[in-house]
């Protein structure tokens, strides 16, 4: 699989989201996303379910955020 490019000064956009659940916060980077989307048929700004690593209840997408790299 090729990895797509990225130029150095180009920030990750990461993605915060919620358990309705158990209230824990996770914060998933924009490639994990991307992967958990391929192969589903998810509609244009449609996200793909996250599970809670707590309790295992579906996470609510929050916001979207940029991470400066290290
Ligand atoms: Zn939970």
Same mark, same amino acid.
Request: some cysteine.
């Given at each position: /699989?090729?990895?797509?490019?990225?130029? $150095? +000064?180009? @920030? +990750?956009?990461? %993605?915060?989201?919620?358990?309705p =659940?158990?209230?824990? =916060?996770?914060?998933? $980077?924009?490639?994990?996303?991307?992967?958990? !989307?391929?192969? =589903?048929?998810? =509609?244009?700004? *449609? /996200? &793909?379910?996250? !599970?809670? $690593? +707590?309790?295992n !209840?579906e /996470?609510?997408? @929050? %916001?979207?955020?940029?991470? *400066? &790299? %290290?």
């Amino acid at each position: /699989m090729e990895l797509p490019f990225h130029s $150095p +000064e180009e @920030r +990750e956009e990461w %993605y915060k989201f919620e358990c309705p =659940k158990c209230g824990k =916060k996770d914060e998933v $980077p924009g490639f994990v996303i991307d992967e958990f !989307a391929m192969g =589903k048929d998810l =509609k244009e700004g *449609e /996200m &793909p379910g996250v !599970a809670c $690593p +707590e309790c295992n !209840a579906e /996470m609510k997408f @929050r %916001y979207t955020f940029k991470k *400066e &790299p %290290y």
